[in-house]
């Protein structure tokens, strides 16, 4: 396990039932709960990367859902380093509320976090529906300059690849007065992970 100093904090968020913690669920467990609760309690998940011969404790948190409990996720995000963006793409209200959750977070965090947006439960995709928002996301994303991927927790649909994107982003950005050459943490290796939960007072998801 590394020192507290290479402890980095990403967040997932977006509104509630868009499936967060499914997809949670899905990278750590491989599992996918068909009746899966909102969360009630926030919880993170720890995985430990290695790169380039040095290791960083990653911790994910799955905050707030609810828009009347933003405020109360704020103190969630402070400090992190990186953020998955989920949206249930069976329900594109919820990309729109994307871009709230953007704006918080870069209020709270900066304009330099990291962060990537995924389209999730693709397996309830319509083919028209998704040509038709296309240019919409792709527009936003370009302003934004960050990544778009769809997934699906059920299917496992390229929840991986949305989780090892962020996170070799996430550290490749570490360190940028490094080269390029030397930021690309091709070596990036998954060594553990383990789930907790954090019990506060009141519920909230």
Request: aromatic fraction near 10%.
């Amino acid at each position: 396990m590394s020192d507290e100093n290479n402890s980095l904090k990403l967040v997932i968020l977006g509104e509630g039932r868009v499936g967060k913690t499914s997809i949670l669920q899905k990278y750590f467990y491989k599992k996918f709960d068909e009746g899966q609760k909102s969360t009630i309690n926030p919880a993170f998940y720890e995985k430990t990367v290695s790169s380039n011969g040095k290791s960083h404790q990653l911790k994910f948190w799955d905050t707030a859902g609810q828009e009347q409990f933003n405020a109360i996720s704020k103190l969630y995000y402070e400090n992190a380093v990186g953020a998955l963006i989920v949206y249930d793409v069976s329900i594109y209200e919820t990309f729109n509320k994307v871009k709230e959750w953007v704006k918080t977070l870069q209020e709270v965090v900066g304009k330099d976090i990291v962060f990537i947006i995924a389209g999730n439960k693709f397996d309830l995709s319509n083919k028209d529906e998704l040509e038709k928002r296309s240019p919409e996301i792709k527009e936003y994303c370009s302003k934004e300059n960050c990544k778009h991927l769809y997934t699906s927790a059920k299917t496992g649909y390229q929840v991986d690849d949305v989780f090892d994107l962020l996170i070799k982003t996430v550290i490749n950005k570490l360190k940028p007065g490094e080269s390029k050459h030397k930021r690309k943490g091709k070596n990036l290796e998954i060594s553990e992970h383990t789930e907790k939960k954090e019990k506060k007072k009141g519920g909230f998801c």
